[in-house]
């Protein structure tokens, strides 16, 4: 093993180089003027604006930072200034402060300004059945526990912490909308007005025929309205709790298409219309019922195992298609798992609700300026990744594209970013650059 000797040098060496890419998306956002246009209680001109304790927060979140003490690591490099577009960078109490009576009036401009970014550079929305887009609405719990911070209690999965809602659109994953809740909230908290706004926003975005997915926490005569007045399509599984059971059964059993996978199991899959009220029109239910009488080691049970699945629906696709999109909304388990993991954003580092939330919605922000980094990573095959892929995973964004080195160099009035002879990324992250227009 050969020896080293250590030095600093007077060269400017950047590690997360990335941090130019936020910038430059930042850049092209009205957040500036927006946010600088906000009144903050007791600070006339301010010495730091606004925008640049937001810029330099989201470039904490872009390297997976939540916590504002570490801002100090940053504060005093001009590199950290330069490559996030600002000109000054807040000192950690600062920050924290700022964004905390920057509140709820922060987080509508960055709602607004999230929506006219992805707008702006306009990504591709791939779509999961003929024209629909997916817009995948669910709650995800934060694991909070041994803290006393507002908003944490107990809850559906066993633990303290917040129950945060999130709508996903695209098979890539673009978060569209989020929402901080506390832990005991129900799914339906709320879920009328976010349905209502995320449907909004995915008009917004694209123009193909939008999908909306969720799970029986949102069974309800209020959503299925929306969906109707709206006129978007819905796969929505019920909530059995309410119904009896033995009745859909024997219905399942009367118009149900029989399926034997193997000896001693059987599959009823079929579809019927039901009238509810106040809806413009009966709405379609599809069935998945699964018999089994002996089990998968050929254990023989006394009493038959039932397991249901029933689902509102209005997408004209054939019962078996509709069963199969449905089981694919559970790929936004992976995008709250790259949220929660790979941002690091489970733990909120506040004790304040409020501005916790306002955290939540500076990583739906950051979160899309990763995935549409990730995204035009793939168009070409110039990354040292294998190919094949649909989705950069963001914590492979931020490894590679966010924070691979290069020294900072200016002549001649220009700055210039030089990356090493053995840079594997480079290729791939000029070209993202260049792309993020």
Sequence with gaps: MAKFKLEQSDEILITPTGLVTVGKLLSITSLKEKLNKVKIPDIDEPLIKNHEVLYSYAGLLAQGKVSFDNIEEFRDLDSFTTT????????????????????????????EETVSLLKTVDPDFNTCYENNVPLDLDDSPFDNSDTKKEGVNRTYKGFDGYCPSFAYLGKEGYLINTKLKEGKA???????????????????????????RMDAGYDSKDILKICQEKKVNFIIKRNLRNNDKDKIIEKCHEKGEI?????????????????????????????????TTIDKDGQLHLVPDLELDLYWVNLNAADDEVIELYHKHGTCEQFHSEIKTDMDL????????????????????VYNILRFMGQLSLQKPDSPLKGGVQRRRVRTVMQNLIMI?????????????KFGSESPWFKTFRRVYRGCT
């Design 259 to 291: 399926t034997v996978p193997r000896d001693g199991k059987k599959v009823y899959r079929g579809s019927y219309q039901k009238d509810i009220p106040e809806l413009e029109s009966p709405v379609k239910v599809v069935f998945d019922l699964k018999e």
């Design 186 to 212: 129900h799914s339906m908290r709320g879920a009328k007005e976010f349905l209502t706004q995320s449907i909004d926003n995915s008009k917004e975005l694209t123009d193909k025929d939008i999908l909306v």
């Design 405 to 417: 080195a290069s020294k900072l160099v200016s002549h001649a009035r220009q700055l210039y970013l």
């Design 346 to 365: 489970e733990r909120l580092p506040s004790g304040d609700f409020n501005l916790n939330e306002l955290v939540l919605v500076i990583g739906m922000l």
């Design 84 to 111: 996030m577009g600002i000109n000054n960078c807040p000192a950690s109490p600062t920050l924290r402060q700022r964004l905390k009576k920057g509140g709820l009036d922060f987080i509508k401009i960055i709602k």
